[in-house]
């Protein structure tokens, strides 16, 4: 059964990056093709950040699109998300999640808090 | 504010059946795959349907999708009291490059 854990700081100040990682277990991360970052404001709905593929290649928002990066290493078995410039309308809780297909994420990470302050 | 618009809340007595709508247009739900999502307080979202109407395993037949023109819902049947929370819908819009989507979500409250 494929689990999925983010990690990464909790607290990031403005202007920061904030980074995080999604640990993959139960599968090999190359035998899926998608996977993929979303976010939760607090008391709202869900915001697709992006992609990356197996071999690398990403997807991103529009709206993140000049400061979002994403990354894979197959021999850890995990992907990674970089977000530069962040404010406090950064603050969520984010979420990695495999893409099954068809933008259906069937499988999700139990989110981790992020909070930009100072 | 999202492009798919649900209904803020919905609410149903035990038993009960009651749906959820997800509004589109042309360009995303008209000519794309609808998946929705239930999110319990606290918790990661949980797949309940893809590919518009399919159930993952381990899904009740209680929860079934469909889709007419560039609306789609969401149909639980027999509500049960673990029944009640977010429920959101998702697609990617044709016209956009990248442009994956949620919808805003409906809480749903049985009573």
């Known amino acids: 059964q494929v689990q999925l854990h983010e990690s990464g700081p909790g607290l990031v100040k403005p202007s920061g990056t904030l980074s995080l990682t999604c640990s993959v277990s139960?599968?090999?991360?190359?035998?899926?093709?998608?996977w993929c970052w979303v976010r939760q404001s607090p008391g709202k709905g869900l915001e697709w950040i992006g992609e990356?593929?197996?071999?690398?290649?990403?997807n991103y928002h529009g709206s993140f699109k000049s400061r979002v990066g994403m990354s894979i290493d197959r021999s850890k078995n995990q992907f990674s998300l970089e977000l530069t410039s962040v404010t406090a309308a950064d603050t969520a809780v984010y979420y990695c999640?495999?893409?099954?297909?068809?933008?259906?994420?069937?499988?999700w990470g139990p989110g981790t808090v992020v909070v930009v302050s100072s | 504010q999202s492009v798919l618009t649900q209904p803020p809340s919905v609410s149903a007595a035990p038993g009960h059946n009651v749906t959820i709508s997800c509004s589109g247009g042309p360009s995303n739900i008209g000519e794309n795959y609808v998946s929705w999502y239930q999110q319990l307080p606290g918790t990661a979202p949980k797949l309940l349907i893809f590919?518009?109407?399919q159930r993952p395993s381990g899904i009740p037949d209680r929860f079934s999708g469909s889709k007419s023109g560039t609306s789609a819902t969401l149909h639980i049947a027999g509500l049960q009291t673990g029944d009640e929370a977010d429920y959101f819908c998702?697609?990617?819009?044709?016209?956009?490059?990248?442009?994956?989507?949620f919808g805003g979500g409906t809480k749903l409250t049985v009573l």
């Open positions: 999640a495999r893409d099954r297909g068809n933008n259906a994420f069937d499988v």
């Open positions: 139960g599968a090999s991360i190359a035998s899926y093709k998608w």
């Open positions: 590919d518009t109407s």
């Open positions: 998702g697609t990617w819009d044709t016209n956009v490059f990248a442009g994956r989507m």
């Open positions: 990356v593929y197996q071999t690398g290649s990403t």
